[in-house]
C-alpha cells in the first residue's frame, strides 16, 4: 500500500512569505505528527494530532507556525512571515490508532526540503 | 522530559568489519527505543524496535541492539557490515504510560553517520 507522502518535494521562498506544508498518511491511520530536522541535526518534534485535534503542540518554536488537519486525515503545515532559520525539512509521520497497552510505529514520509532566502 | 545522547557523530568502518553505534538515554519514566536508518536523500525507515521482554533486539539488514536499563543504553550493532549500510542512523525515545501507550512523540538523537569503506 502506499506510504506517507508529502508536497511539494521541495519549497524555496523568499524571507517573509508565507508557505505551506502538506502530508497525506497512510490510509486508516489516526495519529500524525510533523517533526523537523535541521542540517546536521536528528528530527525534532513540532506537532502530534489524533484524528483531527492537535493532542500535543508543544514542539511548534512560535506563533508563525500553525497545523491543521480538519478531517482527520491530510494535514498542513503552515509558516508565516518565514525566516531564514526556518530552513529544514520537514517529515510527517502516521501510525495507527493508539489503544491501551497498543504500541506505536511511526511511519515516515520523504520530507519537504524548506529553503528561505 | 527526556534526552537521547548519540556518543559518535561519525563511525567510518571497513566492509565486512563489525561496528557497535552507540545510544545514551535519559528519561524519568518508562520509554520504548528506536532506531532509524536515513540513507541519502530518503525517509528515515525503522531498523528496530525495543518494546519489552529480552533485551536483544534483532532488526533488519542483519541488525540487533540490546537494551541496558542500568546503564540507560540502547546500543546498535551488526557483526559484518556491507558499503549498502552507509548511511545516517538516528536512536529515539518516547515515553510511556503505566498502560504500555506511548505519549506519541519521538526525540531523536543527533544521529551517527555510517561510512562503510571497500
Known amino acids: 500500500g502506499a506510504g506517507v507522502s508529502q508536497t511539494p518535494s521541495n519549497k524555496v521562498t523568499e524571507k517573509g512569505k508565507y508557505v505551506e506544508l502538506r502530508c497525506d498518511p497512510i490510509?486508516?491511520?489516526?495519529?500524525l505528527y510533523w517533526y523537523r530536522q535541521s542540517l546536521g541535526q536528528g528530527p525534532e518534534f513540532l506537532i502530534y494530532?489524533?484524528?483531527?485535534?492537535?493532542?500535543?503542540d508543544s514542539g511548534l518554536p512560535n506563533d508563525r507556525f500553525f497545523a491543521v488537519r480538519p478531517e482527520g486525515s491530510v494535514s498542513t503545515l503552515k509558516i508565516q512571515r518565514t525566516e531564514r532559520g526556518d530552513s529544514a525539512v520537514y517529515l510527517c509521520?502516521?501510525?495507527?490508532?493508539?489503544?491501551?497497552?497498543?504500541?506505536?510505529?511511526?511511519?515516515f514520509g520523504p520530507g519537504t526540503r524548506l529553503t528561505v532566502l | 522530559a527526556q534526552s537521547v545522547t548519540q556518543l559518535d557523530s561519525q563511525v567510518p568502518v571497513f566492509e565486512e568489519a563489525p561496528v557497535e553505534l552507540r545510544c545514551n538515554y535519559s528519561s524519568s519514566v518508562s520509554v520504548y527505543l528506536f532506531w532509524y536508518v536515513q540513507y541519502p536523500n530518503q525517509g528515515l525507515q525503522l531498523l528496530l524496535k525495543y518494546l519489552s521482554g529480552s533485551t536483544l533486539v534483532k532488526g533488519i539488514n542483519g541488525f540487533e541492539a540490546e537494551f541496558n536499563k542500568s546503564q540507560t543504553s540502547f546500543h546498535l550493532r551488526k557483526p559484518s557490515v556491507h558499503i549498502s549500510d552507509t548511511a545516517e542512523y538516528f536512536c529515539a525515545v518516547t515515553s510511556i504510560n503505566a498502560g504500555g501507550t506511548s505519549y506519541g512523540k519521538l526525540t531523536f538523537g543527533q544521529g551517527t553517520i555510517l561510512t562503510v569503506h571497500p
Open positions: 494530532f489524533q484524528g483531527t485535534g492537535a493532542a500535543d
Open positions: 490510509s486508516g491511520h489516526t495519529a
Open positions: 509521520a502516521s501510525s495507527p490508532r493508539l489503544a491501551s497497552g497498543s504500541r506505536n510505529e511511526q511511519f
